[in-house]
């Protein structure tokens, strides 16, 4: 669907039967669509950046707030991924434009992506993968640019200066195609096409009128693009991106133009008849035949070992799989055999001979598997123990009770995800408290880690009290809780996710699910928010996250039966996470993060 905004206070459309117009009560400048069609980001009356559902105006959430005065802003667009969204800033009146980029739904600041040389970076479009094409001038001395402009390709998939390249050294107003292989630009007021090498020119437009502002449509056949006038009105157009036609004018557009895009995202659920085949649908998910580097085993009838676990099954690259204390469950032997390789693979055990039985670990050696048992007289010190095996010394350590499981379980998944993230180069762990107190065996591996080079996080009301008092005015330390397990998983999410691609969900009632789908969660990078999973609608605060994220997040997973999460519950889901066509529901899915 076209659209465009020109300051105005609203997206005015073209071609919705359903409506002509997105109302809102800010004025809206640079609007543009997330690649699911579910957000638009605009630029509002104090320069502030914020995002607006595809049909819902009056709720707003703020992406940056407004800058300081005699900061200017210009030229939204998203990541393709839709993880971030990217502009150009000029910080003072004598300092050079340049080019930031931050992430949704996150609480990190800005960061740059134009080099600081001191030229003009202006009027960034976001591509595919890593790619961000934006315009080059030279500074005149006092702040402001000069000379041609030239259009450059920023690819963050590359190290160091070979981020930058010149695609073109005439051209401006960039926008890149959506397969990432060509490049749109406005030259002396007409609009060119070129590949990333700004070889193969196609003129689009002819050179008796002025042009600006191109944007391709989302199958990359066309473009849509502003005609130049005196008045201010700046009707928009549209025209093949072979050049094989003339422009046509769009009744009722002008301004900026932006196409929304009309994308299905998923929402899978992922569940068995049982906690066990529930895991195994879990790793199924994710894992090939002979796929997981490790597995994590833990105990079936109580949480109280493996809360630790979901941050070590992401750290070790495999599941998180149930059986009970004295035999190693059947459906769960199974798995281990799908995705481990005898003599390659190692299965952690968490917990005691008391926990897993030597029975449990006799049989899995025998299977050809390296065996690794973390256990200590009780859980607190078996969560050393898998912090340990993470890594001894942990840039994060996430404190939450080991005296009920949801705090420790929202935290897993943050950990895990830490973890997970090959580009972090640093560990997290969880560590559990009796409520609000730190056992000494918690303590002392605590009193083993200089604060200055770890940052302690308390997960819940009880872990925040434990974190302060154990360090009360350090700045080393944060407390990040709500007033219910759904607040806190949704805090959870704030503090440690931004741009996630998936979020999980489960029932805050029970663990299982929760645990092993957290386990998964980490792997893949998003959160875990809890539900209360038999009431009709979906807890305020997971849809509160899914409205925020919708822009990045593409896949909702449930964890557990309808009876366990309800129907409704998925299907609000998918509302809340799709745009105008919402979402696909999906059953026990083989293909998640692969």
């Known amino acids: 669907m076209l659209t465009s905004s020109n300051g105005g206070t609203a997206i005015t459309f073209h071609g919705d039967p359903s409506r002509t117009s997105l109302s809102s009560p800010d004025t809206i400048t640079d609007a543009a669509w997330s690649p699911d069609g579910s957000q638009a980001v605009y630029l509002d009356q104090q320069a502030g950046i914020k995002r607006i559902r595809f049909n819902d105006g009056a709720i707003r959430y703020t992406v940056s707030s407004p800058p300081d005065d005699g900061v200017r802003r210009g030229s939204l667009t998203w990541w393709a991924d839709g ?12 300092s050079p434009w340049r080019v930031a980029t931050e992430r949704v739904g996150g609480l990190l600041g800005n960061s740059w992506l134009s080099p600081r040389d001191g030229k003009h970076y202006l009027n960034p479009d976001g591509g595919p993968g890593q790619l961000v094409a934006f315009q080059r001038q030279d500074d005149n001395g006092s702040g402001l640019p000069t ?36 490049v749109a630009f406005v030259r002396a007021g ?33 473009l849509a693009f502003s005609r130049v ?34 994308r299905k995202e998923r929402v899978a659920r992922v569940s068995g008849a049982s906690r066990f085949e529930t895991a195994v649908a879990v790793s199924r998910a994710r894992w090939v035949d002979g796929g997981a580097f490790a597995a994590v085993l833990t105990r079936s009838d109580t949480y109280a070992d493996a809360l630790s676990g979901t941050a070590l099954a992401a750290a070790k690259g495999g599941p998180l799989l149930l059986t009970p204390s004295a ?28 926990a897993l039985s030597t029975a449990v670990e006799n049989e899995v050696r025998a299977m050809g598997y390296a065996v690794q048992r973390l256990a200590g007289p009780d859980r607190f010190a078996t969560s050393v123990e898998i ?23 929202a935290a897993g998944a943050a950990a895990g995800a830490t973890n997970a993230d090959f580009e972090r180069y640093e560990a997290a762990v969880v560590l559990l408290t009796r409520d609000e107190v730190i056992p000494p065996v918690t303590k002392a591996f605590l009193d083993s880690q200089p604060k200055d080079q770890r940052m302690l996080y308390g997960i819940g009301k009880q872990g925040g009290a434990a974190a302060y008092a154990y360090d009360p005015v350090g700045p080393y330390v944060r407390g990040v809780w709500g007033e219910s397990r759904y607040e806190t998983a949704h805090d959870v999410a704030l503090e440690f996710f931004e741009g996630q691609r998936y979020t999980g969900f489960a029932t805050g009632t029970n663990w299982p ?52 999460v309800s129907t409704s519950q998925q299907t609000q889901i998918g509302a809340w996470l799709g745009g105008p066509l919402g979402a696909t529901s999906l059953s026990n899915p083989t293909n998640i993060g692969r």
């Open 327 to 354: 035999r190693l469950e059947a459906t769960t032997k199974a798995e281990m055999q799908r995705i481990l390789v005898p003599g390659h693979s190692t299965v952690y055990l968490l917990g005691s001979t008391g």
């Open 147 to 182: 000379g041609q402009p030239a259009v450059m390709l920023y690819d963050g998939a590359q190290e160091g200066f070979e981020r930058w390249r010149l695609v073109d050294d005439n051209g401006s107003n960039p926008s890149i195609s959506p397969d990432g292989s060509r």
């Open 83 to 94: 993880s971030a969204v990217a502009w150009s800033e000029k910080n003072s009146a004598s």
């Open 513 to 564: 699910d929760a645990l092993t789908g957290g386990a998964l969660m980490g792997v893949l990078g998003g959160p875990l928010m809890l539900t209360p999973g038999n009431d009709a609608t979906l807890a305020t605060h997971a849809a509160s996250l899914l409205k925020e994220s919708s822009g990045s997040v593409h896949t909702g997973l449930v964890f557990g039966s309808s009876a366990v």
């Open 229 to 262: 006038t005196s008045t201010g009105a700046w009707p928009v157009y549209t025209a093949l991106a072979d050049g094989t036609a003339v422009p046509s004018a769009v009744p009722g557009l002008n301004g900026v133009p932006a196409y929304q895009p009309q």
């Open 387 to 409: 912090a340990k095996a993470i890594d001894p010394n942990p840039g994060q350590v996430l404190l939450a009770t080991g005296m009920n499981f949801p705090d420790a379980l």
């Open 190 to 222: 007409r609009i060119v096409v070129s590949d990333l090498a700004g070889d193969n020119e196609v003129t689009i437009t002819p050179t008796d009128v002025q042009y600006d502002n191109p944007t391709w449509s989302p199958n990359g056949t066309s």
